[in-house]
Every structure is written in structure tokens, then in C-alpha cells.
């Protein structure tokens, strides 16, 4: 049996595994699954489950640490050009086509597409007339076919989406791009084929050299807010808003119509200017609300710079001339040739009015003015000066130039547009991601629960284990106790017993020198062959010389114990059958006859015995018998306590009856074909 050490092994390793598994497991994501509606899903699917879950873990940190940097889509409200629509097909592979022409031949490096966005009942908002499946074509003139920069069909997975979509062009060069369909996809209310969008930018390095471009199409709807030239107004449907940068509120003044409304700002240096962003006052958060876009932009003013602060040099660098609805967005964006200034003057001619009551009140307010000078904002946070009175402090002319506006910190509009390109990306990586690990984590609590109920299994099994060993430990010790008991009784008893005879044996014949002597050597002998015992009562086994020969050594002790009684010890069978039991059964059998003699010459007052031991393949018997005393006619026939305490240490039967000749006969039968009994 394994000792308690031993024992806590399996304890150990079964808590060590439990610790283990419940360390690894982590809790289930957040997300819902995406549905997989084509190609683009399945190669999702197909690439999240090759990732090992380490992977999918830092994958998924990763996509999440992005999205928390990156621009949210956030959507106008309010009414503004739409796009550019074609007209209506029932064929969905009709082709239709809407044409950029540039400037110049000029190197472009991206190219963006903003869909035309649709509040659906059911599906909330998507593309509306997004193509399926279109090219992307670059040329210069006198190259009317052009060249393909990419090419986009429905499993690249483009749809559903709000989000611009970004191409990478390499600075090819070129002086127009046209989108070109090649199946168109329904519109979401009556299901007829269009080809719409809201913007088309093309970038060369930052700046956007299709804005305010000629615009052809192979046909066109020209309805309220869509118009071929709606395609390159620079308005697109969402509201810058960063991630970064503290809110500030845009600066706004009324006044009388009559007043005179003027803007100045000195760069401090010359350097030459091409492009200017208005950004026009954040409309309050409630739902509706209570202007239109624009408000406070004037509707036409003049932009002048000149390199001399009394504006004797000024050139005019653009006139603003925004009639409708449709020509305000949250971002105006106006380039021209590029000039030299250090001063720039805005000057407005027309105000944006608003009447309450009986009278005409003017309004002016911008939320940002951006000057540019090679892709880089050179009127970043420099002080603005009006014309005018300033009456409210809570919008100071200082706003103008923060870097801000209601949300945060203004971006370049390439960025902005490329962090939401990104962020519709991640967005549609992620749910397969938490998809795949909330099915990893699923197969791994059920793999938990198993090992819960193994780990449950293997306390309950190693509980019982060591009850069972502490049972079988306290019946070692039982019949330790037993053995040591009758060894003691059978060895030592015997032989004191035999010690004794012999001494009588000594005192009858001290006129006998020759007899005396020998009887002395042979109390001698008992005497070493007891003090013998005794060293190895605990383990009679390990005493060297005992019980090798086993019928020789009943023989010696026949002679010995019944030197006075007549009788002998016979032997059938094979003494080689002997010599094949093992040590311990040996010494009970020696012991068990030993104490059948000692029984007999003490007790029996028997002139007589007989002692007949036979040995099988099989069995082993051993019977004694004598004519002594015996048993009371009236007494019932036991095993004397002995005998049957040493029995039991063997595991065989015993039984007593009454001899032929009045005395006892005690028969032991042992099978030696049980397990254990041979070597």
C-alpha cells in the first residue's frame, strides 16, 4: 500500500490542473456574431478560425485599442446636397459611369468613395445604389480607355456598409477618373437599378484635386440635392468628430443688416496660400432641430490676401457665392491658384439673416478657419480681428482658429476620411473574431465541466483510497498483533514447554553423566533456538536457518516434544512441494504442528499420537491425532483457540473431532493452488 505522501500526488496534480484550466479561461466577448452572407464572411470565418487562441485574443485587443483612437461615424441631419444619381434601370447590369475631370495630369495617390446613405426601416442605414460590382479607371487625354486601378466585385465584401471606401492608386498619373459599373445594386425603396454616391475625392498627396472639378456621367437625375456637381461639393454625409481634443464652441455674432462684417488675419510670414476651409457652426444636439446648416454663413463674401497689412496689394483668392441649402455643409472647402500672402481678409458681402418679429437680424459665425500653404493649416491658432464690436464673450473671434470644433480636434480631412474607411474594417472583423472566441471559449467550458467532474471523481476516489488504506492498515495492524501473539505462544511457548521435559528429563537421570550431558546440549540447543526467536519475534521470517527444510525441522521437533510418547510423523507427497511454498506459510505450518505437539504432551495424558502430513499439487493436508484424555462425552468438539488463531493467519480449515481411540483428532487443509501461496 502507497503511503500518505504518496497519496497527496494525485491530490496535488488534480489541483494543480483545476488552477490551470481555470487560469486560461478567459470570460466570453462581447459582440454579435456576424451572418455570413458571402464570400467576404466565409474568408472571415475561414481566417479567424485558423488563429490559435492567443492569437484571436491579441487580435482582438488590437482591433479594440484601434477603434478606441479612431473617428466614429457620426451623420448629418438636416437637408443637403445628396450626390449624384443615374437615371433608373430595370436591368442591373445596364452600365453606368460618372467621370472626374482634373485640372492636370496630375499623381494620385488615393482615390475615396463615399456611398449615398439610406435610413432603412428594417436594416437601419446602408449604401443606397452602391455598385456590386465596378472598376476604377484612370487616363490622361487622348486615352479613352484608360487604365483599371482596381477592381471590386461582390465578394470582396464592400456591402452593407455607410463607410467611405479608400483605394490606393501609387501616384499613378492621370487627369481624369471615372467609376464605371458593371452591376449595379436596388435602390431599397421601389428595387430599380442606380448608380449613386455622395462624394468623390481624389487625393494627390492632401490635397483633393477632383474638388469643384467638370463632372460627366452616362446619365443623371437631377432632382433636389442630387446634381453631377454634388459629386465633388467636398459635402459629405458625415460630421467630423475626433476622438481627441477638448469641445469648443464655435463663434457666432449678430447684428444689423446694415453693419459692416469683416475678418482679418496675419500669418506672419508670406507664404503662398491654394486652399481654405470654412467650417460652419455645430447645430445643436436636439432632435429636430432648429436651423438649417449653415447658419451664420454668410451667403457670398470675398477672400483676399496680400503681403501688406493695409490690404493696398490684395488679390481676390476666391468669391464665395452660396445661394441654396445645397451649397452649405458642415465643411466649405475652396481651392484656388496658389498665391503668396501674409494677410488675409474675409469680407462679407451678403449676410446670413434670420427674421424675428418685424426685423432683419445678421448673422456671422464660423466654427474654424483653415488656411493652407502646402498641405499644412498656417493660420493654426493665430489671432483673428473683426470689424466689429465683440458682444459675446462665450464666443470669442479666438475659436476661429483652436484647431477645434464641437467634438474635438479638427483633422485633415484625408485622415478623417481614411478613420472611417478603417473603422468600418475593424468593425467588420471583429464580430467574427468574438464569433470564433466565444465558440473556443464555449468548447472550453465544456471541456471544464469534464475535467469539474474528473477533479470531483478523483477527490472522491482518493478519499476513498485512503480510508480503504487507513482500513487496511489498522487490519495489518490487527493481525501483526495477532501473529506477534502467536508467534510468541506457539514459538517460545513450545519451547519453554520443551525446555521444561527436558529438564525433567535432566533431574531423573543426574546418576547418568553420559545421558545428563546429552540432555544438556539439547537444552542448550532449545535455549539458543529460542533466544533466536525472540530476536525475530516481530518478523520470524528474517531469522536465518528456520523452517528451511520444513519437514526435516517437524521431524527434529517431533523428537524433541514427544520424546516420551510413542508415535511418529509420516509424509506423502513430494518434499519439492514444500520447498515451493512460501516462507511465511512454511513457518505457520511449522508452528501450527508445533503447537498440536505441545497440546498433546501438556494437556492429552496421551501414551500415543499419530501425525500423518500429505502434500498434492493442489492441497496440503496436515492431521494429529492421540488417545489421550480428549473431550468430555458431553463437551461439544472445538478447535482449541490456538490452533484456530494460527489457522486463520494461514487461511485454511481446521476442524476437531473426537479420535477412534477416545483422544482428539485435529485435521488443517490448505489449498496451495490459492493466490499467494506459492512463491
Same mark, same amino acid.
Given at each position: 500500500m502507497p503511503g500518505i505522501h504518496e497519496l497527496r500526488l494525485p491530490i496535488v496534480a488534480s489541483l494543480l490542473l483545476w488552477n490551470v484550466v481555470i487560469g486560461v479561461l478567459p470570460q466570453a466577448r462581447s459582440g454579435e456574431p456576424a451572418k455570413a452572407s458571402g464570400a467576404s464572411d466565409q474568408r472571415m470565418e475561414a481566417n479567424a478560425s485558423q488563429l490559435s487562441l492567443a492569437e484571436l485574443e491579441r487580435r482582438l485587443d488590437a482591433i479594440d485599442a484601434q477603434l478606441d483612437r479612431l473617428c466614429p461615424i457620426s451623420l448629418r441631419s438636416g437637408v443637403g446636397g445628396v450626390g449624384i444619381r443615374s437615371s433608373v434601370r430595370a436591368d442591373p447590369y445596364a452600365p453606368e459611369w460618372f467621370e472626374v475631370e482634373l485640372a492636370a495630369p496630375t499623381p494620385i495617390h488615393h482615390i475615396v468613395l463615399v456611398p449615398t446613405i439610406w435610413r432603412d426601416t428594417k436594416m437601419g442605414l446602408r449604401a443606397d445604389g452602391f455598385p456590386i460590382e465596378f472598376r476604377v479607371v484612370? *487616363?490622361?487625354?487622348?486615352?479613352?480607355?484608360?487604365t483599371v486601378v482596381a477592381r471590386f466585385t461582390e465578394k470582396d465584401g464592400l456591402l452593407p456598409r455607410i463607410a467611405p471606401v479608400v483605394i490606393e492608386c501609387s501616384g499613378v498619373v492621370a487627369s481624369w477618373v471615372r467609376i464605371e459599373s458593371v452591376e449595379l445594386s436596388s435602390r431599397l425603396w421601389d428595387s430599380m437599378y442606380v448608380l449613386q454616391l455622395s462624394e468623390l475625392f481624389v487625393f494627390s498627396g492632401e490635397e483633393n484635386v477632383a474638388q469643384n472639378r467638370p463632372v460627366k456621367a452616362s446619365s443623371s437625375s437631377i432632382v433636389e440635392g442630387r446634381h453631377p456637381r454634388f459629386l465633388v461639393d467636398g459635402f459629405v454625409p458625415y460630421l467630423m468628430d475626433a476622438m481627441q481634443g477638448e469641445q469648443s464652441i464655435a463663434f457666432l455674432r449678430e447684428g444689423n443688416v446694415d453693419e459692416h462684417y469683416e475678418l482679418r488675419i496675419d500669418l506672419g510670414r508670406t507664404v503662398p496660400v =491654394?486652399?481654405?476651409?470654412?467650417? !460652419?457652426v455645430d447645430l445643436s444636439d436636439t432632435i429636430p432641430q432648429a436651423n438649417l446648416d449653415g447658419i451664420g454663413i454668410p451667403r457670398r463674401m470675398i477672400l483676399e490676401g496680400a503681403t501688406r497689412s493695409d490690404f493696398s496689394n490684395a488679390v481676390t483668392l476666391h468669391e464665395f457665392h452660396l445661394p441654396t441649402v445645397y451649397d452649405l455643409g458642415p465643411i466649405i472647402v475652396r481651392r484656388f491658384p496658389r498665391t503668396? #500672402?501674409?494677410?488675409?481678409?474675409l469680407t462679407v458681402v451678403e449676410p446670413d439673416t434670420v427674421r424675428r418679429g418685424v426685423r432683419s437680424i445678421a448673422r456671422i459665425g464660423f466654427a474654424e478657419i483653415e488656411v493652407f500653404s502646402q498641405g499644412e493649416n498656417v493660420a493654426l491658432h493665430l489671432p483673428v480681428e473683426g470689424s466689429f464690436e465683440k458682444k459675446n464673450p462665450n464666443r470669442p473671434l479666438s475659436a476661429l482658429t483652436d484647431g477645434r470644433n464641437f467634438y474635438g480636434t479638427i483633422l485633415p480631412v484625408r485622415e478623417w476620411l481614411f478613420d472611417l474607411a478603417r473603422r468600418h474594417d475593424l468593425e467588420v472583423e471583429r464580430p467574427f473574431l468574438v464569433a470564433e472566441l466565444n465558440r473556443r471559449y464555449s468548447r472550453q467550458r465544456g471541456q471544464l465541466l469534464w475535467l469539474t467532474w474528473l477533479a470531483v471523481l478523483l477527490a472522491v476516489g482518493i478519499g476513498v483510497t485512503i480510508l480503504i488504506e487507513r482500513m487496511v492498515r489498522m487490519r495489518q495492524l490487527a493481525n501483526l498483533k495477532e501473529r506477534f501473539a502467536a508467534d510468541l505462544h506457539d514459538e517460545l511457548g513450545a519451547n519453554l514447554h520443551v525446555i521444561g521435559l527436558l529438564g525433567d528429563l +535432566?533431574? !531423573?537421570?543426574?546418576?547418568?553423566?553420559?545421558?545428563?550431558?546429552?540432555?544438556?546440549?539439547?537444552?542448550? +540447543?532449545? &535455549?539458543?533456538? @529460542?533466544? &533466536? +526467536?525472540?530476536?525475530? #519475534?516481530? =518478523?520470524i521470517l528474517e531469522a536465518k536457518g528456520l523452517y528451511q527444510d520444513l519437514y526435516d525441522d517437524m521431524q527434529r521437533t517431533t523428537q524433541r516434544i514427544m520424546a516420551d510418547i510413542d *508415535?511418529?510423523?509420516?509424509?506423502?507427497?513430494? &518434499?519439492?512441494?514444500?520447498?515451493?511454498l512460501k516462507p511465511r506459510t512454511r513457518a505457520d505450518l511449522f508452528?501450527?504442528?508445533?503447537? #498440536?505437539?505441545? =497440546?498433546?504432551?501438556?494437556? @492429552?495424558? +496421551? &501414551?500415543?499420537? #499419530?501425525a500423518r502430513f500429505e502434500v498434492t499439487d493442489r492441497q496440503l493436508v496436515l492431521q494429529v491425532c492421540d =488417545?489421550?484424555?480428549?473431550? @468430555?462425552? !458431553?463437551g461439544a468438539v472445538e478447535v482449541p483457540p490456538s490452533l484456530q488463531r494460527r489457522a486463520k493467519l494461514l487461511g485454511a480449515g481446521v476442524t476437531a473431532e473426537r479420535g477412534e481411540l477416545g483422544g482428539m483428532r485435529i485435521e488443517l487443509v490448505l489449498r496451495t493452488r490459492k493466490w499467494g501461496r506459492r512463491r
Open positions: 484612370v *487616363g490622361s487625354d487622348g486615352d479613352g480607355e484608360g =491654394n486652399r481654405v476651409h470654412l467650417h !460652419a503668396p #500672402c501674409r494677410y488675409l481678409r +535432566a533431574q !531423573a537421570a543426574v546418576g547418568s553423566p553420559e545421558k545428563l550431558k546429552g540432555l544438556h546440549q539439547r537444552i542448550r +540447543a532449545m &535455549t539458543e533456538r @529460542s533466544g &533466536t +526467536a525472540v530476536q525475530y #519475534c516481530t =518478523n *508415535g511418529e510423523l509420516s509424509f506423502k507427497g513430494d &518434499t519439492q512441494l514444500l520447498e515451493r508452528l501450527f504442528y508445533k503447537e #498440536c505437539l505441545v =497440546n498433546i504432551s501438556r494437556h @492429552s495424558r +496421551a &501414551t500415543h499420537f #499419530c =488417545n489421550g484424555q480428549g473431550m @468430555s462425552a !458431553a
